[in-house]
């Protein structure tokens, strides 16, 4: 084989991991999936991949669900790195039958659309073969995975894949994920291993993203501790406030850049909210949307800012302490229990939900 550059991709299940102790070139570490889920091992992973003068990557595990939300979360987590980083979308399991190709092209197309680059999708071979994916292949570079055993593999071998692409041409393949059972010195467990079809300046074309100023990029509403989310209206020509969730019966116009709060999500892609007194339903490509993780989980975490004068209480609901917080002091939650939040180790770290708002 040419000479190739070799490296790991990496999820929570890497959590610790040190990349200044591995061997490699580049890291890809999972941000995202879905709408809700962040890697919580992403920004060590990364730094340490950083600072041992890595190439780094972030990529997106599809749910298939709504893909505009989902590109829009990927993307305002993935921010920090946005200009150094190549972004591919991780299209396996149950999500390749459910979205199918259409999908796919509609997540890359908005990706590319706001940051300006081009992100590479990741897929089994198996899946590669399986579908027709040439409304794709000609404009994205693939990111494919490809196992001739499940046995511990150590060091980096690099090999061609067993097997052919269909919709892709060799030149456009861009990684291979060859073994999920890697051993590198420096790591205990397995690791998936890779290598690029690349160089760097190759590598760094893929990484210049930019959002240019995006709204969801730079939109943090603030929302109660009970409530599930927030909802920006983006087009330019103002949202349609409708009746139910569908196109039929319009109620009233919501403005450009008005941000109301989330109550309901249909399946249909529609959001409920109030406006002026009228509660109904806004189509989801009028608007961007942000969740609240405590409602749905009230072990995630989150950050909050004091709305006004608090104290700290020893327990949820329990007595007081002598703490005192500040009104717009802000803090990052551990949890919520009984409406109180955790916002540290101790016996007064918990705050009543009623004297905060989320950030979003």
């Known amino acids: 084989m040419p000479k190739v550059k070799n490296g790991v991709d990496e999820s929570s ?98 990706v590319y659309k706001k940051t300006g680059t081009k992100p590479l999708i990741y897929m089994s071979l198996s899946d590669e073969n399986s579908y027709n994916w040439r409304s794709i292949s000609g404009k994205y570079y693939l990111w494919v995975a490809q196992y001739n055993s499940m046995t511990a593999h150590p060091g980096y071998k690099p090999r061609p894949i067993y097997g052919r692409l269909n919709s892709w041409s060799n030149s456009r393949l861009a990684i291979v994920q060859y073994t999920p059972a890697g051993r590198l010195t420096g790591w205990p467990g397995d ?28 939109w943090h509403p603030l929302v109660k501790t009970t409530d599930m989310g927030a909802v920006c209206v983006t087009k330019k ?10 196109n039929d019966k319009k109620l009233i116009m919501v403005p450009y850049g008005k941000t109301v709060i989330m109550q309901a999500e249909s399946d249909k892609g529609f959001y409920q909210v109030t406006y002026k007194g009228k509660t ?12 609240n993780p405590l409602f749905t989980n009230p072990n995630m975490h989150a ?58």
Not at 205 to 212: C, F, I, L, S, V
Not at 237 to 246: F, G, V, Y
Not at 280 to 291: E, S
Request: glycine share 10%; charged share 25%.
């Open 237 to 246: 020509s103002d949202a349609t406030l409708w009746a139910e969730p569908n």
């Open 13 to 110: 299940y890497q959590a610790g991991i040190d990349n200044t102790k591995i061997a490699g070139d580049f890291i890809l570490v999972k941000a995202t999936q879905g709408t809700g889920y962040i890697n919580p091992a992403m920004n060590s992973q990364l730094k340490t991949a950083q600072k041992a003068g890595k190439k780094i990557g972030l990529y997106h595990f599809a749910n298939a669900g709504n893909y505009v939300a989902e590109a829009n979360f990927f993307l305002r987590i993935a921010k920090p790195y946005l200009k150094n980083a190549i972004l591919a979308l991780d299209y396996e399991g149950a999500a390749v039958p459910v979205g199918g190709v259409t999908w796919a092209k509609n997540f890359l197309d908005y």
């Open 191 to 218: 690791l998936d291993l890779d290598y690029y079809n690349g160089q760097d300046i190759d590598w760094d074309n893929h990484a210049k993203n930019e959002t240019k100023g995006d709204i969801e990029m730079t």
């Open 280 to 291: 109904g339903w806004v189509d989801w490509r009028t608007v961007i949307t942000k969740k």
């Open 303 to 360: 950050v909050c800012q004091v709305t006004g004068p608090a104290v700290g209480h020893a327990l949820p609901g329990g007595p007081k302490t002598g703490r005192k917080f500040k009104k717009g002091d802000r803090y990052k939650v551990l949890r919520m229990e009984k409406n109180y939040l955790l916002i540290g180790a101790g016996k007064d770290k918990w705050i009543n939900g009623k004297k905060v708002n989320i950030i979003l």
